[in-house]
């Protein structure tokens, strides 16, 4: 963790009050931005804020899926709290998402993932991470569009799950929904990240900046 570090939440001052996206002002609880270490070399981007991650104010916490991905990086030594954590400890690891605010109704639009995007642009510069790992389609697609040479509908989540994806600056380990996620598939997870990432030195994979 950077040791000018104060906050885990939203450590980077983001409009916490946001209204670019006046539908869906009415219908949130809050603003959920990015949280975690800021000198993360691993980078987690879903979707959106869950219910249960909107009412903690934290991506990727509360019961079912928040819970999963915790415990998953629990077991590679990412988080150092119990999946359960409404604040999670955490080092070397950002969560974040594609959009920021929850609509308690639908999936977000595409409108509503433009713009955001510059609150993830944002984080992604400023910790300038080494892997990224997007969870679910519609982040791997995203995410392809931008740092890949490859065609985002060339991209099926399902078949890329636990593999590492070439990006411009840094590597996409793709992980699947974790609600849909079985035991077995998480299990290849954390087995491609211990064997195939976290096993090598992949910071010369890419000629990565002095921190």
Known sequence: M???QEQFRNPFGMDAECENCPELCGERERVVHGYGDVGAEFLVVGTGPTAAAEENGVPFTGAGGGER???IFGDLGFVRSPPDAT???VQNLFFTDLTRCRHPDREPTDREVDTCEPFLNAEIRMINPQIIVPVGQRPLRELAV???TRRPDSFDVDAEHATTVRGRGFELVP????ATMTDDEADAFREH???SVLSRDYRQTKGRQNR
């Open 175 to 178: 992980m699947k929904e974790p």
């Open 146 to 148: 931008e740092y890949t």
């Open 2 to 4: 950077d040791a000018n």
């Open 69 to 71: 991905v915790q415990s």
């Open 193 to 195: 990240m211990r064997e």
């Open 87 to 89: 604040e999670p400890d």
